[in-house]
């Protein structure tokens, strides 16, 4: 008998891009990483799942504004919405991945790294107006996401979940686990969603890696996995 439910549409979303590169290492562009790892998971995809359809949010080096990156997961009916980023400290000595979900659990410790990806709005044109007044750097500007559905919350947990684990057990990377925080791409999907970071660009040994051929490959091999393993626990259901 055929599963009810199939996972057929995911996007992927390479973070930043364009005029946005997003954290900077000492060598590297975090949009350039993102985009390799990102475009490495889609080919996994096509390779072994084909019955799964990928759409990029962007597959070069463009700049799809941050509302429009769930949009298009919206219109397009999308299953999954996985966002992939690369993460910097001031402390160079901070290193391992992180899997967000929406969420408002410890707020205020994650309003660093969630103020810092969200601001990507204020190098947009008419931004005012496209976000209705949200500033990122307002803690009251979040009240609003406390709206946001519950409906999805478990499935992406268990994603994220997943990614964490492949990371840590299959590439052997530092987890420093699963985190939720109050990010605009997250929160207007209409589908599970997790926001990856692979890694900190501001240790030099982990760009290094993620600079790497096979850093790139090693990390979007376990995003795929986790994918993969997602999508036949859902479908068994």
């Not at 390479?14 to 290492?25: C, F, K, Q, S, Y």
């Not at 307002?138 to 947990?157: G, I, R």
């Not at 030099?204 to 999508?231: C, H, T, V």
Request: net charge negative; charged share 25%; proline share 4%.
């Amino acid at each position: 008998m055929e599963p009810a439910y199939k996972m057929t549409k995911i996007v992927l979303d390479a973070g930043h891009g364009g005029r946005d590169p997003g954290n900077l290492g000492s060598r590297s562009k975090e949009k350039d990483i993102n985009l390799a790892v990102t475009l490495l998971v889609g080919k996994y995809i096509e390779e072994f799942l084909p019955d799964v359809e990928i759409i990029y949010t962007r597959k070069d080096d463009s700049f799809p504004e941050l509302k429009e990156r769930p949009i298009i997961a919206n219109k397009n009916k999308a299953h999954l919405f996985v966002s992939i980023h690369s993460n910097s400290a001031a402390n160079r000595s901070a290193y391992g991945t992180e899997t967000w979900v929406m969420g408002m659990k410890h707020f205020d410790a994650n309003f660093d790294i969630v103020k810092r990806e969200n601001s990507v709005i204020l190098l947009e044109d008419n931004y005012e107006e496209n976000y209705e007044g949200f500033d990122p750097s307002s803690p009251e500007s979040y009240m609003m996401f406390n709206l946001m559905s519950k409906a999805y919350f478990e499935n992406s947990v268990t994603l994220a979940g997943n990614v964490e684990a492949q990371f840590k057990d299959r590439v052997g990377r530092k987890s420093r686990g699963v985190k939720q925080g109050p990010f605009y791409v997250l929160w207007t999907p209409s589908m599970p969603s997790v926001l990856v970071e692979l890694g900190f660009l501001s240790n030099s040994n982990e760009e290094r890696f993620l600079m790497s051929k096979q850093g790139q490959e090693y990390m979007a091999s376990a995003i795929f996995r986790s994918i993969r393993d997602y999508k036949e626990s859902i479908e068994a259901r």
